[in-house]
């Protein structure tokens, strides 16, 4: 890919103890930046943080207050030029008929507002940098619902939907908005948690697929795309592993 000739970077990830977000901070930190990482868990941070270029944040992105003291730690540490809103979360496989709507409501916490809370803090930052870039890690639950799918599929609707007018609206200040789609990707604890720690189960949604994407893949993809020249935008990248040609098709090898 073309590399921009803009450095140093700094970007700031949510999500960021574990799978996709902590995958991304190394990765972006191995090519220079500077990377806030924000998670809830200090003892998931620590490790992370060793890293030289690493700045962990103990901040949950559903509470205002602390995205608003995150705000100000980032402002006196110099500031970022990318956001990657990348926290979030699934719960629940149920069918809509037996849903629990405190796991939707749960994920719609998580995905959207907590979403909507980094971008609504940081735009001013953004703006003001002139060549401001959000990216934001949806799902491919995102654009097709599938059984045992509605909670998560209407969250991830949700933050797709907020993602595409953003695109729109901030294009006159200049952030440039992509959005990363992963399919299946296998990573510690996503499954685990939306299967309320059934392990066996969450192991199962792997079974026989010979190559799902790891977090180091997707952390390939949104480095890729920051790294891009400003001006190029990938509005939207959805990408599954060859084996999961859609959401309904998987191949497994018993
Ligand atoms: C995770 C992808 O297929 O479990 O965001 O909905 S899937």
Redesign the pocket.
Known sequence: MIQTDVSPRSALVTGASSGIGAATAHRLTTEGWRVFAVARRAEKLESLAEQEGIIPIICDVTDPEQVAAALEEVTAAGGIDTLINNAGG?LGIDPVAEGRPEDWRWMYEVNVLGALNMIQAFIPMLRAHGEGTILTVT???AITA?EG?AG?NAA?FGEHALTGALRLEEAEHNIRVIEVL????ATEE?TAKRLRGDVAAAQAVYRGVKRPLLAEDIAEVIAGAVTLPHHVNLDQVVVRPVAQAA?HKVIREE
């Open positions: 699934a799902s491919t639950a599938y799918g998560y991830k992963p399919g299946m990707v996503f959401q």
